[in-house]
């Protein structure tokens, strides 16, 4: 059975950051495309920054280009998602998910939401 876990929500002030973590232990997660979604209060969830196998793409959602940035620890099997300068709009539960489809970008799985397995999701609240 396939576990994501993702961890490093809170609950911050406008300008600070956090650093999100989604961890996999039954499988490799390099192996897989990576995303981090997020869903806001009375919203729809939305892709916001997608990492392909073996970075050779990433993608930013427009709202977050600049602020955030997806990275890989492979040794730790973890796939992280700095985010900077956080604003109140940024609040909302964030997932990560893996996209096992070979030939799907990063920007395509994260505007398509496209992910095979979820995790839990973790909360994040910004004030103001």
């Known amino acids: 059975q396939v576990h994501l876990v993702e961890s490093g929500g809170g609950l911050v002030e406008a300008g600070e950051s956090l650093r999100l973590s989604c961890a996999a232990s039954?499988?490799?997660?390099?192996?897989?495309?990576v995303g981090w979604f997020r869903q806001a209060p009375g919203k729809e969830r939305e892709g916001i920054s997608c990492?392909?196998?073996?970075?050779?793409?990433?993608f930013y959602a427009d709202s977050v280009k600049g602020r955030f940035t997806i990275s890989r620890d492979n040794s730790n099997n973890t796939v992280y998602l700095q985010m900077n300068n956080l604003k109140p709009d940024d609040t909302g539960v964030y997932y990560c998910?893996?996209?096992?489809?070979?030939?799907?970008?990063?920007?395509?799985?994260?505007?398509?939401?496209?992910?095979?397995?979820w995790g839990q999701g973790t909360q994040i609240t910004v004030s103001s």
């Open positions: 998910a893996i996209d096992s489809h070979p030939l799907r970008g990063a920007q395509a799985m994260c505007i398509l939401t496209a992910g095979d397995y």
């Open positions: 039954e499988f490799i997660l390099d192996d897989y495309g």
């Open positions: 990492i392909t196998v073996g970075d050779t793409n990433t």
